[in-house]
């Protein structure tokens, strides 16, 4: 199979290159990138005022399978990440089954190589059935192909616990994820602490429920010296623990998530439960700070935390809705429009945060565009302004605030191993 990509506009790894450049790909590798390529090839797409990127790439999502396919299973996830233009996915392990044994592992793997398209990579549980008393066998899971391990979901409450954990997976040179969260402040709040709670007449969640956690967790890879990479951050202080740590060399990485930068906890009102998620959105001086994290480079990188909920799920009253919202579909064109057009970070930066830095955090191939390399490349047409309409997402969930939001980069074409899958 010989594909060849026309006229695009191309990422390098610094800088989108404004001329036009021609990518030529045979069995699934690039093996060719200049000004212009002739020959004979079995496909030809023309790129013409589109942009050519590395396959996005998300290091945090929620597909349901096993055990809740009704809200999302493999193959609607698969199609859906496509849709938002990922190549490559990492699911987090709270599943029903829990993903912490090496057959499960492999079931996530082997089905969703069946399915093709985008690659799905399991994020594996660090304790036994995410309780937070007993380590899996990291070891084995990770030869299974797990790339990570998180209870995310289940905060790792035992800081003895998670010391123990952060010192066995470093072993393995394992990453470790970190929902960050103190369930004692959490209690039963249901959203942001704040004047918002209050007129609402809801129990609200204090933001230092996640600042303590992030400091703590923070700490204990910084005195053990081993990595740790911190989940869905969204608050001012955590940002700030977080830069500090990185200035004194720990290895800390963190992510964000593109409703922390778009939305505010208004965005809850009219007990919109499609805005009810964990953590829960905050402020306007909250959303600036991420907006200041992701310049300054504390934050390295952005994820989707897609957690589709069936729609029956929604429909109840707010304090008793699940959390999450779906985000695969609406996040590459939310970063783009808030952050690029606005000034905050260049598209180059914004492609490194969702392509090229989760790979390397993951430690998997992918994030640039080389010969020789994996022809995993997603086109965009960042100029025309389009409308989100949730009713086209290709989830089987449908719980997203940004319908109807109007935004630029639109996905339209999407290669993964040299073959054109959308």
């Known amino acids: 199979m010989r594909l060849l990509i026309k006229n695009g506009m191309v990422f390098t790894g610094t800088t989108i290159k404004e001329e036009k450049q021609d990518i030529a790909i045979e069995n699934g590798k690039i093996i060719e990138i200049n000004k212009q390529i002739n020959g004979k090839f079995d496909q030809i797409i023309d790129a013409n005022e589109q942009i050519v990127l590395p396959g996005l790439i998300d290091a945090h999502c929620h597909l349901r399978d096993p055990g809740m396919e009704y809200k999302e299973d493999l193959e609607s996830g698969i199609q859906s990440a496509l849709h938002g233009g990922f190549t490559k996915i990492a699911c987090m392990p709270n599943t029903k089954p829990v993903i912490d044994n090496e057959a499960l592992v492999s079931y996530i793997i082997e089905k969703s190589a069946t399915i093709g398209k985008v690659k799905v990579l399991p994020i594996a549980s660090l304790s036994k059935n995410q309780q937070g008393k007993e380590l899996t066998e990291i070891g084995l899971l990770d030869r299974a192909g797990a790339v990570a391990f998180s ?22 040179d394992a990453l470790v994820i970190s929902h960050c969260e103190d369930l004692d402040l959490v209690g039963e709040g249901s959203i942001n602490e704040s004047f918002q709670s209050t007129t609402m ?19 204990l890879a910084e005195y053990n010296k081993v990595p740790i990479h911190i989940a869905h951050v969204s608050t001012r202080q955590s940002v700030e623990v977080i830069r500090q740590a990185k200035k004194r060399g720990a290895k800390i990485t963190c992510e964000t998530c593109p409703h922390y930068f778009t939305l505010t906890e208004k965005a809850c009102n009219g007990f919109n439960t499609f805005a009810k998620i964990n953590p829960p959105l905050r402020t306007v001086d909250d959303v600036n700070a991420i907006k ?131």
């Open 151 to 172: 209870d995310d979901g289940n905060p790792v409450n035992s800081s003895s616990f998670l010391n123990k954990a952060l010192q066995y997976a470093n072993t393995f």
């Open 201 to 219: 007449g809801l129990l609200g969640i204090p933001e230092t429920a996640e600042d303590v956690m992030v400091y703590r967790d923070v700490r």
């Open 292 to 422: 200041e994290g992701l310049k300054d480079g504390t934050i390295d990188i952005i994820a989707t935390d897609h957690a589709p909920h069936h729609h029956d799920e929604k429909a109840v009253p707010f304090s008793l809705a699940p959390n999450g919202i779906i985000g695969f579909e609406s996040a590459f064109s939310l970063s783009y429009t808030h952050l690029v057009k606005e000034g905050i970070i260049t598209l180059s930066q914004l492609v490194s945060k969702m392509s090229t830095i989760p790979a390397k955090i993951l430690k998997i191939e992918g994030g640039t565009i080389e010969v020789g390399k994996a022809a995993d490349l997603t086109i965009v047409d960042i100029k025309n302004n389009y409308e989100i309409n949730v009713n086209n997402f290709h989830s089987k969930s449908s719980n997203s605030p940004f319908d109807g939001f109007k935004v630029y980069g639109e996905i339209k074409h999407v290669i993964i191993d040299g073959i054109k899958e959308l």
